[in-house]
């Protein structure tokens, strides 16, 4: 089966010449926080030539080996890069089967505007606008049998290597969508099954096996309700659940597919803002156990995401509000305005760089050391939304940055609870170091952990407190 996503494998891109593809392999290397090579680069540099000289001197097949080689070797680096392979490369037998490991992306051109930026330049197969058609259509049938994905924006590029597939109106491709010709098991909540289960079960055709319901909203992340999805599950180890709802529909179901079987596929089909901008994305499940929220649960990392945002068109207005502060928290993150699937993008590249919470995924709880306090102490009857819009202003007090676009986009009203146990429950989800407390804020160059003095922190938290 072709590779899923860029987890833990080289990303190469292919695709013709003029096609963009070095530009485009450093930006979302840059994204990615991985090294980026460019084959053609290397192999100038190693062999100290050009490789119009190279073609010249050697002719065609000496660099056709020169550079199975060279791919050879990049692809054997641990660490996980991005790599932009020469126009030919495909062209080796060896190097499309050593591509089949790794996450390749086709960056695509078509041929009038691949000539426009090729003519004039050395490239040895780019002297004869006749030849150099011919070897355009030759070849498209080795990119596309090589490609996992298409990609020609670094946007479009980080979504295919995390899984996410961005398609209004998607919901009714899902059959084909779902990696995989194995079954498939539909989980969506009583709310979502209502509204679209029925064009949700016909677009899985033939390849829908079970049926299950679950209650709506965070009732659904419950022990009981994962153990009655491990009973009721058919699927055998080439079968995909498929979760369709909102990000407690997604946290249960992706969980029961992390532990049914030791683990089979799912794939994601959030229906909330709050999925479709945090919760979907990033392969953490969950359910809540009496001591705590998301205390239970596994880093699984989905087969598929499927963002349609016609689904969100029914989304009631109090829920999308949830979601607004998630995206305004994302747009702050990244430093500039972000559309749902910019903000998919972005949560996508920063769990690719840390897909277990060790590093820069911290980054992602902006404003959260607050939203968890006055969660608690309004015994969770505050929605995490509201909270969060609050946190953001903590956050950016802290920072020293101005409120108003917060302000202007989610109007956080301070909430009526008791400043001593939210200032508790606060001090008991940061480990303290000393009198200082290490949070989440901004700086000019992005967000990094930053100590704040106790006194400080209690007084911000304060202000949010009616
Ligand atoms: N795994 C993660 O990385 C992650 C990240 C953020 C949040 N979460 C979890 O997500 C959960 C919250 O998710 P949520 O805010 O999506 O809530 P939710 O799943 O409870 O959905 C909210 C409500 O909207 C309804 N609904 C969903 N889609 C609809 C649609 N298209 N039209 C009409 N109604 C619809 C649902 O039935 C439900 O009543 C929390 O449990 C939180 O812990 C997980
Ligand atoms: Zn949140």
Known sequence: ?????????????????????????????????????????????????????????????EFRRIEEHAVRVALAAPEPSVVALGGGAVTSAATRAALAAQFVLLVDVDVDLA???????????????????????????????????????PEAA?????????????????????????????????NVMGIYGPRAQEALGARLQTTHELPAGEQAKQTAVVARLWSELRLDREGTVVAFGGGCTTDVAGFAAATYLRGVRWAAVPTTLVGQV????????????????????????????????????????????????????????????????????????????????????????????????????????????????????????????????VERALDPRPVEVDPERAWRALLRDKKRTGDAINLVLLGDGGPRVEERSADEVRRELERLIA
């Open 1 to 61: 089966m072709a590779s899923l996503n860029a987890l833990g494998r080289h990303v190469a891109l292919v695709g013709f010449m003029g096609s963009g593809k070095t530009s485009l392999g450093k930006q979302l290397a840059e994204r990615l926080g991985r090294p980026f090579l460019d084959l053609d680069a290397a192999i100038e540099e190693r062999s100290g030539t050009t490789i119009a000289a190279l073609f010249a001197e050697r002719g065609e097949q």
């Open 278 to 405: 945090d919760a979907a994305i990033g392969g953490k499940t969950g359910i809540d156990i009496p001591d705590g929220k998301n205390l239970v649960g596994a880093f699984h990392w989905p087969a598929l995401v499927l963002l349609d945002e016609a689904l969100l068109e029914t989304l009631p207005e109090r829920e999308r509000r949830q979601g607004a502060a998630e995206l305004v928290k994302t747009q702050l993150l990244a430093g500039r305005p972000l559309d749902v699937r910019g903000a998919a993008a972005y949560k996508a590249a920063v769990c690719l760089r840390d897909p277990h919470d060790h590093g820069p995924r911290r980054f992602l709880n902006l404003g959260h050391t607050f939203a968890h306090a006055l969660e608690a102490a309004a015994d969770f009857d505050l929605p995490h939304g509201e909270a969060v819009a609050l946190g953001l202003l903590a956050a950016l007090r802290l920072s020293g940055r101005e409120t108003d676009a």
């Open 158 to 190: 980080v979504l295919a290597a995390a899984g996410v597939h961005s398609e209004r109106g998607g919901l009714d491709r899902l059959g084909e969508l779902v990696p995989g010709d194995g079954p498939i098991a539909l989980v969506a909540d009583a």
């Open 115 to 153: 000539w426009r930026r090729a003519r004039g330049s050395p490239r040895p197969l780019a002297q004869d606008e006749q030849l150099f058609r011919r070897l355009y259509e030759d070849r498209q049938p080795l990119y596309r049998e090589v490609a996992d994905a298409v990609a020609n924006d």
